[in-house]
């Protein structure tokens, strides 16, 4: 029986959780409380009862996926998961001290590979005594649906750990690409930007919203406009990646539109909260 270990039982951590039980996987979905780590749960069921409504998959199917599926607020749960896949916060320290708390309870064997969108896996594996068993596997939200997947190699990442992960990510049915260790990889390094871009055309009036995002989608055949994505990606989640950038390459290309940071001080982070550039129902 394949099996991983999920570690962040939030909007990520749940959807890569749901696409390895679907693909057969027995999961152990793992957050710092039981509230937390159920919650993850709850997710994972949700999306499984949409599959049943639409005649996707049966009940029965449905209940077999989530006897696979193990909910758990104690990382000792995960001791003997041959691959545990990061998903906590994305804060660098917040990272790193989940990595070498867990390096303290699991097999030496065990790999650990970091959902990080962000920060380089070199940084995030000095943190455990196994830099080689460390690898990032960054997936791209909502990760049950998107095809890409980052394999990023670390500077001590050994061939076989980057294998392995090749492997989890064609076993979801993912399409994996070989990344060399950079902060925020490559998708970011060409997204970011060009979102930041199109708050600084907002900001400056050169554009409404609708009419930017229609540019994108009309005249760069995107499927979404940058301004209806950042409020999908999070503004807050934006401005720290812009940030971070801005700090480790010290380009002032990354420097934040002045009215994303208005927005994420005024708690207008997007879908999330409600409002970002567009407004949302509930």
């Given at each position: ?8 039982a ?9 696409a ?5 996987y027995?999961?152990?979905l ?5 509230e937390l780590?159920?919650r ?8 499984y009862?949409?599959?049943v409504?639409?005649g ?8 077999q996926?989530l ?5 758990s607020?104690s990382?000792?749960?995960l001791?003997?998961?041959p ?15 989940t990595?070498?708390e ?7 064997e065990?790999?650990?590979?970091s959902?990080?969108?962000?920060f380089?896996?070199?940084e995030?594996?000095?943190a ?5 068993r ?14 890409l997947?980052?394999?990023i ?12 992960a ?5 076993d979801l049915?993912?399409?994996?690409i ?6 925020c990889f490559?998708?970011n ?5 060009m979102?930041?871009?199109a708050v ?10 609708e ?6 989608k009309?005249?760069l055949a995107?499927p979404?406009?940058?301004?209806e994505l ?5 503004l ?6 812009l ?11 990354y420097r934040?539109?002045p009215?994303l940071?208005?927005m994420v ?14 407004e949302?129902?509930?």
């Open positions: 029986m394949k099996q991983v270990g999920v570690l962040g939030g909007t990520m951590g749940a959807g890569i959780a749901y390895a039980v679907q693909a057969g027995t999961v152990t793992v957050d710092r409380t039981p780590a159920a993850g749960r709850e997710m994972v069921q949700t999306l009862a949409a599959l409504k639409r996707r998959a049966t009940q029965a199917d449905a209940d996926a006897a696979a599926l193990t909910d607020a990382l000792a749960s001791a003997g998961v691959m545990i896949v990061e998903a906590v916060f994305e804060d660098v320290a917040i990272k790193r001290a990595l070498k867990l390096d303290a309870v699991c097999d030496h065990t790999i650990f590979a959902n990080t969108s962000t380089p896996i070199t995030l594996a000095s455990t005594v196994r830099p080689d460390v690898v990032g596997l960054h997936f791209f939200n909502p990760p049950y649906i998107m095809k997947v980052e394999v190699r670390g500077f001590h990442t050994s061939d076989a750990t980057l294998a392995r090749k492997e989890l990510a064609l049915s993912k399409t994996p070989v990344v060399n260790d950079s902060p490559v998708a390094r060409l997204l970011v930007p979102l930041n871009e600084f055309l907002l900001g400056e009036g050169v554009a409404s919203r009419e930017i995002d229609t540019a994108a009309l005249g995107h979404m406009g940058p301004l950042s409020d999908l990606v999070g807050d989640v934006l401005l720290n990646i940030e971070s950038l801005q700090e480790r390459f010290g380009d002032p290309k934040p539109a009215l940071r208005k001080s005024a708690g207008l982070l997007g879908r999330k909260s409600g409002r970002g550039f567009y949302y129902g509930a």
